[in-house]
């Protein structure tokens, strides 16, 4: 596993979580739950494409 992939999606959770907390402070729940969800996906999206590129390995290895 890549160590950059790692600290690419830790760096986005510390971000999320600091505009998270912000945004709840200053009374716009629902702007830090939209921001929760946006991170979230961002990061299925990135998991997904590592995930495509492990299933194409795998492909490529067994001749499919």
Do not use: H
Not at 26 to 39: C, D, H, P, V, W
């Amino acid at each position: 596993m890549q160590v950059d992939l790692i600290f690419k999606i830790a760096a986005i959770g510390i971000l999320v979580a600091v505009l998270n907390q912000l945004l709840i402070r200053s009374g716009r729940e629902e702007q830090a739950m939209m921001t929760t969800l946006a991170g979230l996906i961002v990061v299925l999206m990135i998991l997904l494409q590592e995930i495509s590129n492990l299933f194409n390995t795998v492909k490529e290895l067994f001749g499919f």
